[in-house]
């Protein structure tokens, strides 16, 4: 399993932009499946964005299509989320996750960071 530590949540004013990063501990890293989930007060937690393990495949959430860019370094062992044109309601703390298997879901992760909190005010 990979140790995920997420950072650059903060608070931002709606149509801001913010770049969260997940740094992974473990030499696998470059063979799981990348993505990010949130979850607002009151709220279940939510897909938002995923990477596959090559970088060539990315998957959005339709709240954030257009808006959020997901990528990652497999040199630095790091993914990040560009978050940009942000609104009140992307406010939720978000959690970096990793899963062995192409699809990555909330049932398939297998580590989850301990979240970072994103907070824009309208």
């Known amino acids: 399993q990979v140790q995920l530590v997420e950072s650059g949540g903060g608070l931002v004013q709606a149509g801001g932009s913010l770049r969260l990063s997940c740094a992974a501990s473990?030499?696998?890293?470059?063979?799981?499946?990348m993505g990010w989930f949130r979850q607002a007060p009151g709220k279940g937690r939510e897909f938002v964005s995923a990477i596959s393990w090559l970088g060539d495949a990315t998957y959005y959430a339709d709240s954030v299509k257009g808006r959020f860019t997901i990528s990652r370094d497999n040199d630095k062992n790091t993914v990040y989320l560009q978050m940009n044109n942000l609104k009140p309601e992307d406010t939720a703390v978000y959690y970096c996750?990793?899963?062995?298997?192409?699809?990555?879901?909330?049932?398939?992760?297998?580590?989850w960071g301990q979240g970072t909190q994103v907070t824009v005010s309208s």
């Open positions: 996750a990793a899963a062995t298997s192409t699809v990555i879901i909330t049932t398939t992760v297998s580590s």
């Open positions: 473990g030499r696998t890293f470059r063979s799981y499946t």
